[in-house]
């Protein structure tokens, strides 16, 4: 997600990955797949960083090192069907 400004200051978090198109006149407006329309207070290039930035840190997290596996305990040994015969009676 990147957070943009409204018009009014107010903050919101919009889907990168949602936005069709960016307009900027002379306010800029992103445009969302489903025709919802947001005049934002940053500029066209500011939005674009944001986004290629986004972008970068999802790759960036797909990439990183996983954290350290945990041990795995040792097999626990079956028993035969005639163990388990003596334990029932």
Same mark, same amino acid.
């Given at each position: 997600?990147?957070?943009?400004?409204?018009?009014?200051?107010?903050?919101?978090?919009?889907?990168?990955?949602?936005?069709?198109?960016?307009?900027?006149?002379?306010?800029?407006?992103?445009?969302?797949?489903?025709?919802?329309?947001?005049?934002?207070?940053?500029?066209?290039?500011?939005? +674009?960083?944001? +986004?290629?930035?986004?972008?970068?840190?999802?790759?960036?997290?797909?990439?990183?090192?996983?954290?350290?596996?945990?041990?795995?305990?040792?097999?626990?040994?079956?028993?035969?069907?005639?163990?388990?015969?003596?334990?029932?009676?």
């Amino acid at each position: 997600m990147i957070v943009v400004s409204r018009l009014n200051g107010s903050r919101f978090a919009v889907n990168p990955d949602l936005i069709e198109r960016i307009q900027a006149s002379p306010d800029t407006t992103l445009v969302l797949v489903d025709g919802t329309t947001y005049v934002v207070r940053e500029e066209l290039d500011a939005v +674009i960083d944001m +986004i290629a930035h986004y972008r970068a840190r999802v790759i960036a997290l797909a990439h990183a090192p996983q954290e350290v596996a945990r041990p795995i305990a040792a097999p626990v040994p079956l028993r035969s069907a005639d163990a388990l015969a003596g334990e029932a009676r």
